[in-house]
């Protein structure tokens, strides 16, 4: 299994970027996908979580409604278009897959990060 974050760099506040998840090696389809970032010197948290078929998203708090996490079984790649960005939003964001439920169960495979950087 492999999955590979892309769409990373340095905006301006209010700013978008459109992150990506490309997967390989397993049937992408079959499974719940997340969303983590972890900031300079804090702990990795959730961001946004989408469940296998599409029809399920979840989010923090922090990023609802500027964010939206989706994703595209028939290429094997998750998105989470990420709006109006905050400096606090700066973080390396991670891709993961879940061996369950979103909201109860671990993840099993992780992503490489994708650096995003948010200028005030």
């Known amino acids: 299994v492999q999955l590979q974050a892309s769409g990373g760099g340095l905006v301006q506040t209010g700013g978008s970027l459109r992150l990506s998840c490309a997967a390989s090696?397993?049937?992408?389809?079959?499974?719940?996908m997340v969303w983590f970032r972890q900031a300079p010197a804090k702990e990795r948290e959730f961001v946004a979580g989408i469940s296998w078929g599409g029809g399920g998203t979840y989010y923090a708090n922090s990023v609802k409604g500027r964010f939206t996490i989706s994703r595209d079984n028939a290429e094997n790649t998750m998105y989470l278009q990420m709006n109006s960005l905050k400096p606090e939003d700066t973080a390396t964001y991670y891709c993961?897959?879940?061996?369950?439920?979103?909201?109860?169960?671990?993840?099993?495979?992780w992503g490489n990060g994708t650096l995003v950087t948010v200028s005030s």
């Open positions: 993961a897959r879940a061996w369950g439920t979103i909201a109860n169960s671990g993840m099993d495979y």
């Open positions: 090696g397993h049937t992408f389809s079959s499974y719940n």
